[in-house]
């Protein structure tokens, strides 16, 4: 069975200060990953894709980044925080059929608080 | 009912009733996918239903979708407390394959 891992659990961060949130799939080779940012009572906002090792697209800007180094894991990061920031980070897994619309395996989330 | 552009819908009901969320979507979709989220939790697959089926269900759950109106819809009949959560709708993306999400409808369910 396919797992998916997120880390950490929640963060409490300065405004400047630099994030690393991480995810890990087991199960489950060449997956399509995403990563989600939700806003308290809001909706799932996609910011990045990928569907190989190396290769990650941004759905929108947001002074994030995301990197994929290994096929099974990927990061979230940023140099310098923003209040903007806060929120719940959700990554997600999916099969990677090709199809228009796969389903999406999400992780437990991070809980980032920015200070 | 909810999409993207909407604020997020709220429901409160007493545990044993039925309840009937609506979703409607803008453009053109293959699917329409129904999420469940818990609170503090990731989002979790209910129902996948296809534009060549008008109805799906699954356990207390059954989903509808109308292509000519673009609009889809959860029902949940003898609703349980622990169905308290977030209920979205998600239709094709535009790229990526990823789905996209509409603003969620947030049921109540008191015992």
Known sequence: AQTIHQWPVAEIKAVGSPLSLGCTIKGKSSPNLYWYWQATGGTLQQLFYSITVGQVESVVQLNLSASRPKDDQFILSTEKLLLSHSGFYLCAWSPGLGTSAETLYFGSGTRLTVL | ?111
């Open chain 2, 1 to 111: 009912s909810q999409w993207g552009e909407e604020n997020l819908q709220a429901l409160s009901i007493q545990e044993g009733e039925d309840v009937t969320m609506n979703c409607s979507y803008k453009t053109y979709t293959t699917v329409v996918q129904w999420y469940r989220q818990k609170s503090g939790k990731g989002p979790a697959q209910l129902i996948l239903i296809r534009s060549n089926e008008r109805e799906k269900r699954s356990g207390r759950l059954r989903a509808t979708l109308d292509t000519s109106s673009q609009s889809s819809s959860l029902s949940i009949t003898g609703t349980l407390a622990t169905d308290t959560a977030v209920y979205f709708c998600a239709t094709d993306a535009h790229n990526n394959n990823a789905p996209r999400f509409g603003a969620g409808t947030k049921l109540s369910v008191k015992p």
